[in-house]
C-alpha cells in the first residue's frame, strides 16, 4: 500500500483567520540577486539541494500552450524540468489573463509527509536575455490551494529567480493538494505578447 502523502505547510502566528475565510495575502516575490545567466550545464540543471519537485512527482497542466517553433514545444511540463532553457508560454491568439497553471500533488510510494516551504519562479524564458525581452513575462498571479483562493503574487520584472515563503498557510493532511496559479496581469515583451514561465521549483523536505 502506498503510504499517504501529507503536505504541510507552516502557520504564521498573525495569521489569525482559517483559510476557509478566504484571507487573500499579497505577495512580493524576494529575487535572488546572486542570479545570473550561465553556462548550459547550470541553466539545463538548475535545483537546489531542497528541491523536492521531483522527488513528490507533482502532474502539471495548463489551459492553454503556445504551438511549437521548429523543435522546441511550449508544454506544461516544461515548467517542472529545472531546465531554464525550456519553458511553457500561452497560446498565441493574444489574450493572457486568466491562463492556469495547474499543479497536483498526489500520494507517493515511500514518502510519508511532505514539507514546502517555498515556491521558486524563473519569470519569462530563459533561453538568453534577449529572447526574455521579447517575450512577456508575468506581472500578478492568484494563487489557490485546494480550490481555496490564498494569495495574490507580484512579480518583478527580472530574469532572475524570485521566490514566495508559505510560512502563512497550514493545510491539514490529504491525499491530494491542488496548487492553481492564474495569471492575471503581464510585463509586455518587446517582440511578442505572449507570456512565458520558465521554471516552476518546490522547495521543503519528504520524509
Known amino acids: 500500500m502506498r503510504s499517504l502523502l501529507a503536505l504541510v505547510f507552516l502557520l504564521s502566528s498573525f495569521l489569525t483567520r482559517s483559510q476557509s475565510e478566504y484571507e487573500i ?3 512580493e516575490t524576494s529575487v535572488n540577486e546572486f542570479d545570473v545567466f550561465g553556462e548550459d550545464t547550470y541553466e539545463k540543471k538548475n535545483r537546489i539541494v531542497q528541491d523536492v519537485t521531483e522527488k513528490l512527482k507533482p502532474e502539471i497542466s495548463a489551459t492553454a500552450k503556445a504551438e511549437p517553433i521548429g523543435s522546441e514545444n511550449f508544454e506544461a511540463k516544461n515548467l517542472l524540468d529545472g531546465n531554464m532553457k525550456t519553458c511553457w508560454m500561452s497560446s498565441g491568439d493574444g489574450k493572457n489573463d486568466g491562463f492556469e497553471i495547474i499543479i497536483d500533488l498526489d500520494e507517493q510510494e515511500g514518502i510519508n509527509t511532505a ?17 526574455w525581452k521579447e517575450y512577456s513575462r508575468v506581472k500578478k498571479m492568484n494563487l489557490t490551494i485546494n480550490d481555496v483562493p490564498f494569495a495574490e503574487i507580484k512579480f518583478e520584472d527580472t530574469y532572475k529567480l524570485q521566490s514566495i515563503d508559505l510560512e502563512k498557510l497550514k493545510i491539514d493532511k490529504s491525499r491530494r493538494c491542488r496548487i492553481k496559479f492564474r495569471i492575471a496581469e503581464i510585463y509586455p515583451g518587446t517582440k511578442y505578447n505572449q507570456v512565458a514561465l520558465s521554471d516552476v521549483q518546490l522547495i521543503g523536505k519528504v520524509k
Open 115 to 131: 514539507q514546502i516551504t517555498d515556491i521558486y519562479f524563473f519569470n519569462g524564458w530563459r533561453k538568453d536575455y534577449h529572447t
Open 25 to 27: 495575502l499579497l505577495y
